[in-house]
């Protein structure tokens, strides 16, 4: 009698779905075999590795992570469109993403996308396989995937998630491009006054005691001298004040009041607060849409659009439109109610659910509010890179004068 060995097999039935399981057989022919008898036509059969049968029923065996850079957003955005493409092109799921976890280069992923292949082949669902990666893939992927799923239209839903996360990675490098002239000036301009305060003054306060022989230096040059005196005795002080301060906001954003705080102070900073404002909103907007338009019921898309939006005070905010809606109030009227957010969101809403294309205008109100915000981007970045020049030369130029003006006094003492 042979020796029998269980199987996983992927295979299309007569209405083109996929199915998975596993049988048992002696060789992986009959296995495929075995499926053919069923109606099916296989399209993969693999033998299941021995260390596994020894895991508990419905247990897979999960890889270690490998270290390094985690997966970015625009690594899973092309890996995304990738197997959405793949699917489009009449590919079976499971073969789609063998095929691209060959080709993938980054440890990480193709590590991830081999369980998903394991876990589909041992029968589970593609969404089911994506939640147990929920550092990888966010709610908002794993939310639509299932619905594209529920509606047997997985390649489009896909492709509308590459697309979306695109965008998103698109609006998100153009910020960081825009605080980065700022941060570098800012970052320049203390390290050339710390050299000064550190370096520069010391050596001139020297000079001025031999040569103006205890004389009162000027206002503005004791002030620098004093300034200099200080930040010399307490460099040490002053690296643990600034590191303190950085570990400190690091753990108020790891606490939920913490995270309310510095969300509350974003949003009333000028100029930066309506920014902050009008990307939460575009994103929110956005992703209620996209999820709406793909099927799933509004109060679970409420909740994934909560956690994507980006802002603590909108997102609580967001668990009271949750709350209304749940109890049987329109989105718009929800919304109005929290007063946080603007009144061109709450009058698009409800024109849309009056017609009943309340996904086509939240899609809407995102790229208004995402055309908004890199205007707005464009005009700080504008408006910052002459104050900052300006604010470089004032503090650099500070400290020259005041160096500058007991030099005048020697000068026309000795002349």
């Known amino acids: 009698m042979e020796a029998m060995a269980r199987f996983h097999y992927t295979a299309i039935d007569q209405t083109g779905n996929e199915r998975g399981g596993v049988l048992e057989a002696p060789t992986a022919e009959q296995a495929a075999a075995q499926v053919k008898q069923s109606g099916l036509f296989p399209t993969c059969v693999a033998a299941e590795a021995a260390a596994d049968t020894e895991l508990p029923a419905g247990a897979r065996r999960h890889h270690p992570l490998v270290l390094g850079r985690p997966v970015g957003a625009r690594v899973l955005g092309e890996f995304t469109r990738q197997l959405g493409t793949l699917v489009q092109a009449g590919l079976p799921l499971l073969r789609s993403l063998q095929v691209l976890g060959r080709q993938e280069r980054q440890p990480a992923l193709r590590r991830i996308i081999e369980e998903l292949g394991e876990a589909i082949a041992a029968g589970e669902s593609f969404s089911a396989a994506l939640g147990r990666h929920p550092r990888v893939f966010p709610k908002l992927y794993v939310g639509m995937v299932r619905a594209g799923e529920a509606g047997g239209r997985l390649e489009v839903v ?112 000028p100029l930066v607060g309506e920014l902050v404002r009008r990307t939460a909103v575009a994103r929110f907007a956005r992703t ?50 929290t007063q946080c957010f603007p009144d061109m969101l709450v009058s698009m809403v409800s024109v849309g659910e009056e017609t009943g294309a309340l996904a086509e205008m939240l899609v809407r109100v995102a790229d208004a509010y995402d055309d908004e915000v890199d205007t707005a981007v464009g005009g700080l970045t504008s408006l910052l890179e002459p104050l900052m020049i300006v604010f470089l030369a004032l503090t650099v130029g500070t400290i020259v004068i005041a160096l500058f003006l007991p030099i005048v006094r020697i000068i026309q003492t000795m002349s």
């Not at 301009?189 to 003054?201: G, K, N, S």
């Not at 338009?293 to 109060?299: D, K, M, Q």
């Open 158 to 269: 896909l492709l509308q998630l590459a697309r979306f996360m695109e965008k998103a990675e698109r609006i998100r490098r153009r910020i960081l491009a825009a605080m980065c002239y700022p941060a570098a000036v800012m970052t320049v301009t203390v390290l050339i006054v710390a050299a000064l305060m550190l370096f520069v003054v010391p050596k001139f306060r020297v000079i001025f005691a031999e040569q103006l022989h205890g004389a009162p230096l000027p206002g503005l040059t004791q002030a620098v001298m004093e300034a200099s005196s200080f930040i010399g005795g307490n460099v040490l002080w002053i690296v643990l004040v600034l590191g303190g301060a950085c570990a400190l906001q690091a753990a108020l954003r790891a606490t939920a009041r913490g995270q309310q705080w510095v969300g509350a102070l974003l949003l009333a900073t």
């Open 288 to 337: 209620l849409g996209t999820l709406m338009a793909n099927g799933v019921p509004i109060l679970q898309a409420l909740e994934i659009a909560r956690d994507t939006c980006g802002n603590a005070v909108l997102a609580a905010a967001l668990t009271a439109v949750h709350g209304r809606v749940q109890g049987g109030s329109a989105v718009a009227a929800a919304l109005a109610a």
